[in-house]
């Protein structure tokens, strides 16, 4: 069983920056990889980013150079720094786990390949 809670999330300017937490509680988070989604009002959950266990990351085009995934095992907690941030970024970021140790795959990029989500929490950006 795995909990996963992020924190981080507010009210910030075009151009601006966030850092979005993902503090994760249970067993096997070393194990895991670690996703952030969105969902913007009237539109479906979307992949942001991803990073495996051993520090491999992979971005969708709309956030690459602009948002940084990473994660601290030690604190069991997975980060999304958000630089440059643009009033299409607005939505409710998910943290998600996926378990992968038996998959060929050490990266996953769709909702269905998550076992584990957190609550959700709103990032607003004005113009």
């Known amino acids: 069983q795995v909990q996963l809670v992020e924190s981080g999330g507010g009210l910030v300017q075009a151009g601006g920056s966030l850092r979005l937490s993902c503090a994760a509680s249970g067993r096997g988070f070393d194990d895991y990889c670690m996703g952030w989604f969105r969902q913007a009002p009237g539109k479906e959950r979307e992949f942001v980013a991803a990073?495996?266990?051993?520090?491999?990351?992979y971005y969708a085009d709309s956030v690459k150079g602009r948002f940084t995934i990473s994660r601290d095992n030690a604190k069991s907690t997975a980060y999304l720094q958000m630089d440059s941030l643009e009033p299409d970024d607005t939505a409710v970021y998910y943290c998600?786990?996926?378990?992968?140790?038996?998959?060929?795959?050490?990266?996953?990029?769709?909702?269905?390949?998550?076992?584990?989500w957190g609550q959700g929490t709103q990032v607003t950006v004005s113009s």
């Open positions: 998600a786990a996926a378990n992968l140790r038996s998959s060929i795959v050490v990266l996953a990029t769709t909702p269905e390949d998550y076992d584990y």
């Open positions: 990073i495996s266990w051993s520090d491999i990351t």
